[in-house]
């Protein structure tokens, strides 16, 4: 179970954080706003953790002869989603290391957002409170510990509903594995 659960973890993590800086370099080159960024992200997050689909799959058929309960399908598609998101959330931690991103991505991400609310027709009041908000955020956002949890905090609801989702699919009980073969 280990081994499967390392292995599916790992290409997950890997896909999720080559789509991110691919996305990032993007951004950054102007050739996609951050909406755009968002969508894709998690896009890609749905593409990658369907690597818990797979991963549970394999699990079930290789080592079970084709049986697993929704519990323990759920317990190896949990697992294999927070490996996939320990690499993601180390993954951004190294892009804001390398100097690339470091607190240039929250100024980024503050302006894009509140010239989005100017154009929105947002008040003055509304904006200037918003710019309080993002400030107290930022100074959040430079301690890795909240960074790090925050970045897993993107990643694991996607990994948990995929997981409830093929753990529900691929549950087989003993009578139901004579079937379809």
Do not use: C
Not at 8 to 26: D, E, H, K, P, R
Not at 28 to 53: D, K, R
Not at 111 to 132: L, N, P
């Amino acid at each position: 179970m280990k081994k499967i659960i390392f292995v599916f973890g790992a290409i997950a993590g890997i896909i999720v954080s080559a789509l991110m800086l691919i996305s990032i370099s993007l951004m950054n080159n102007g050739m996609m706003s951050f909406e755009n960024g968002e969508l894709t992200g998690y896009a890609s997050m749905i593409i990658a953790l369907s690597m818990i689909y797979f991963g549970v799959k394999s699990f079930r058929d290789d080592h079970l002869s084709g049986v697993i309960s929704f519990g323990k399908a759920f317990q190896v598609g949990i697992l294999i989603a927070l490996i996939a998101s320990v690499i993601y959330a180390t993954s951004w931690e190294a892009y804001l290391a390398s100097g690339s991103g470091s607190q240039g991505f929250m100024d980024q991400y503050t302006t894009q957002y509140i010239e989005r609310m100017k154009t929105e027709g947002a008040s003055v009041a509304e904006i200037e409170e918003m710019k309080s908000e993002m400030s107290s955020m930022a100074e959040m956002y430079r301690n890795p510990v909240f960074r790090f949890g925050m970045t897993l905090v993107e990643i694991l609801p996607v990994g948990l509903v995929i997981t409830i989702i093929s753990a529900a699919i691929l549950r087989r009980h003993e009578s139901s594995s004579d079937i379809s073969h």
